[in-house]
Each structure stands twice: as C-alpha cells, then as structure tokens.
C-alpha cells in the first residue's frame, strides 16, 4: 500500500520518497483541476459550491473526484459520486492559513462530508493541494490530520489518499 | 514507585535552514508548538528541541504518546519570524542515534 497526494507544484522524486508518499501528482501535469467539467486528456478534479455543477461533474466519466469549495455539504452531489464510485477528496491544505477558530470551524464543515460520505458509501480521500513546499504535510502529519477528523465516525479510521 | 519516564524522538525536517543550536531559535520553535497544542498538551507532552541533525533538520524529545499531537501542531507552523517556513516530522524513534544516522543518510 502507497499513500499519494496531490499538489499544484512539481514535487521532487526525493523529497516525496522522505515525505513518505509513493507519489505526489502534480496538477497541471498528472490531473487536471477546474470549476467546471470539461473535456480533457488528464482525469479532472471539479472543484465547486454549485451542487448542480458537482451533480454534472460526477455523471461525467473523465472526473475523477468532487471537492466542495468552503467544505459546504450537498448531500444530493455524495449520494451520486457513492454511486458512480467517484472520490471527495477534502483538502487539508485550507485547515493551515487560518486563525485557531477558522481551523475549528472548518475541522467542523469537514467533519460533516465525512459523516455524510461514510452513511452514503462515499469514497473520501485528504489531499494538501500545497502551491508551495511548506505547504506539504509529510504522510505522517497527515495520518494525524486524518486522525483529527476521522477518529470519532464509527468504523473509520484514517482517509488517506491511498491504493492498494 | 515512581515510573522513569519513557520518551520518544522525533526526527524534523524545516524546509529552510534552521540554527537550532541557538537557543533563541529552539525557544521559538517550542513556543510556537505551544500556541498549538496549548498549555496542558505542552506540560504533557513535554517537547524539547534536543540536537541539530542536519542543516535544516533537527530532534525533537517528546514523552511517549504525545508523538502524534506533536507532528499534528508542527503541520500548523507556516511562519518563523516572519519568513514562510514548513516543517516535516520524517520519522519517530525511541533512540536519538537511529535518527541522526537516518538524517545523515537523507543528507539533511
């Protein structure tokens, strides 16, 4: 088993092998991240407040996953992504720019998906989405990450970005 | 009987260079870890910056458990003075030579 990450920078084969990771894809180059579903080479990641464009997004075979942009639920768009297999993928990177209270509040909204993802069958992964290199968690500081938000949802433990 | 308490070490990486043998340095780097994990985490967990393990890494002592809460509150640290900086915690061990030797490897 290899954990992965996403960033929207080129990250070093040698810094992501100490990080932990197995890789780091890179957005721009590994995948694509957007607002809207569009047509691309790359799998696409649709990053979205809209419900109806995440609804859209997960119907399309070319997305790979949904993010809900301030971590707003619709449970509509995870009852769908369950059963197209899609992936949420939270991003951790938003919990480390803000004030101690920011952090809670968001720890909170995400704390939300994951209940709902997990009711519904979702698939739900963490990834940093770092624009720079102190942005990056290493594997181990985000298995605590999934720790802090994962460690109370019954039958859930960690929410890493993983293959098997 | 009073139990010899157990620690652990956490190996670190900065992702700029760090003078952590000055102790202004370390003190900052032990405050900042306190505003994280508050002041009942710092008493429990004890964290101290130990030894310099490279030019950018370095050794943190932490009582045994704590480990854990420790890499989560430097996973919060952006800022050092100012100046953007990110903190790794590669590894952890019960033993302070396994992670120089690892950090020396890694050349840190």
């Not at chain 1, 009852?79 to 938003?94: D, P, R, S, Y």
């Not at chain 1, 698939?123 to 989405?129: D, G």
């Amino acid at each position: 088993m290899g954990y992965f990450d996403i960033a929207r920078f080129g990250v070093g084969e040698d810094l992501c092998k100490r990080l932990g990771y197995k890789k780091i894809y890179c957005v721009g180059k590994d995948l694509v991240v957007s607002g809207r579903t569009e047509k691309t080479d790359l799998p696409l990641i649709v990053i979205s407040k809209d419900p109806g464009t995440l609804i859209g997004a997960v119907r399309d075979s070319c997305v790979a996953g949904i993010v809900f942009e301030d971590n707003e639920l619709a449970k509509k768009v995870v009852e769908k992504a369950a059963e197209m297999g899609k992936t949420v993928f939270l991003v951790v990177g938003q919990l480390m720019k803000t004030t101690v209270k920011e952090r809670g509040v968001r720890v909170g909204r995400m704390r939300k998906i994951i209940l709902a993802s997990r009711k519904m069958g979702a698939r739900v992964s963490l990834v940093s989405f770092a624009d720079s290199e102190h942005m990056l968690l290493s594997a181990m500081q985000m298995s605590e990450v999934s720790r802090l938000l994962f460690d109370d949802v019954p039958g859930l433990f960690g929410g890493m970005f993983y293959d098997s | 009987m009073i139990a010899r308490p157990k620690n652990r070490y956490v190996l670190v990486e900065a992702t700029a260079p760090l003078d952590v043998g000055d102790k202004v340095v370390s003190n900052k780097i032990i405050s900042l870890l306190c505003a994280e994990i508050g002041a009942i985490g710092y008493v429990r967990g004890h964290p101290k910056v130990v030894c310099r393990a490279g030019e950018r890494a370095f050794i943190v002592r932490v009582n045994r458990g704590y480990e854990g809460g420790i890499a989560l509150a430097f996973s919060f640290i952006k800022d050092l003075d100012g100046s953007p900086v990110g903190f790794f915690t590669l590894r952890t061990s019960g033993s302070l030579k396994k992670l120089v030797e690892l950090s020396r490897k890694a050349g840190l």
